[in-house]
C-alpha cells in the first residue's frame, strides 16, 4: 500500500488525455532520449536501467537497442509499464536491485511534500540516477556553435516572475500537470542541489541546450541515507 501524507494531493497520473498523449512524438522525445543515453555512457559499470515515466518509451527503445538491460516504471498503466508504482514509493524493489535510474521530468508531477520520498526511494533503489527537471517560464537563447575546435557557446534567459513561490500542493503549472518547476522560490538550481545532497552526490550538472526547458543532474547514491 502506498504511503499517503495527510492533506496532500495523493500521487496520480498527469490530467490530460494519456492515450492521445502516447501516441505523440516530438523533437524533446529525441533530444532526450540522446543525452539520457550519452549521460549514462559517462557511468561505470551501469547495464541495469530502471526508467521512472517513461511516457511515449522512445527513450526505453533506444537504450534497448543500445544494449541495456531495462525496466519500466510508472503509476499508468496507459503506458504498459513493467512495474506499476509511485516513484515515492518503490517497496516492489530491491535495495540497489539497478545501476541507474532515468528520472526524466518525472518528480515535478508530485506534490511537494512527496519530492523527498522520492528522491529517497531513487537512491536506495539505484547506484546512480538521472534526473532531468523542467524549468519554469519562457525561454530565449543566443548561440554559437563552430566545428572550429568544437566551439558551442550558449547564453539561455528565462523569463518568469522571479518572487512566485508555489505551495507545492496544487498543481498550477504545464496546464495542472505540475506542481512546481525549476526558478522558482524554493526551487532555485541551488535550493534542489541542497536537497539531493541528503540522498546523493551530485556528480554534475547542466542546462541542456538542445531543449532548453530541461535542467539535469547526474547523481549517485550515498552509502547511507538520512533519516
Known amino acids: 500500500m502506498r504511503r499517503r501524507i495527510p492533506d496532500v494531493p495523493a500521487p496520480s497520473v498527469m490530467p490530460i488525455d494519456r492515450a492521445k498523449w502516447a501516441a505523440e512524438l516530438d523533437l524533446s522525445n529525441f533530444v ?3 543525452y539520457q543515453y550519452r549521460d549514462l555512457q559517462q557511468l561505470e559499470g ?21 544494449g541495456y538491460q531495462v525496466t519500466t ?10 512495474v506499476i508504482g509511485s516513484v515515492h514509493d518503490m517497496s516492489s524493489l530491491k535495495d540497489k536491485e539497478f545501476d541507474a ?6 518528480l515535478e508531477h508530485l506534490p511537494e511534500p512527496y519530492l523527498d520520498s522520492a528522491l529517497r526511494e531513487i537512491s536506495r533503489v539505484g ?3 538521472l534526473i532531468y527537471l523542467p524549468v519554469h517560464g519562457a525561454h530565449a537563447q543566443i548561440r554559437l ?6 566551439i558551442d557557446l550558449s547564453m539561455i534567459l528565462d523569463l518568469f516572475n522571479y518572487f512566485e513561490r508555489p505551495n507545492g500542493v496544487t498543481a498550477r503549472y504545464m ?9 522558482m522560490r524554493g526551487f532555485r538550481k541551488s535550493d534542489l542541489i541542497r536537497r539531493m545532497a541528503r540522498f546523493f552526490d551530485v556528480l554534475g550538472s547542466y542546462r ?4 532548453l526547458p530541461s535542467l539535469n543532474f547526474i547523481v549517485c547514491s550515498k552509502s547511507s541515507v538520512k533519516p
Open 46 to 66: 551501469v547495464n541495469r536501467i530502471l526508467i521512472v515515466g517513461p511516457g511515449q518509451g522512445f527513450g526505453t527503445q533506444v537504450l534497448r537497442w543500445r
Open 32 to 34: 532526450n532520449a540522446y
Open 73 to 82: 516504471f510508472d503509476i499508468d498503466q496507459t503506458f504498459h509499464p513493467d
Open 127 to 129: 547506484r546512480y540516477a
Open 101 to 106: 535510474i532515468v528520472a526524466s521530468h518525472v
Open 175 to 183: 496546464e495542472g500537470q505540475h506542481y512546481w518547476e525549476v526558478g
Open 145 to 150: 556553435r563552430s566545428n572550429f575546435r568544437d
Open 208 to 211: 541542456n541546450r538542445d531543449w
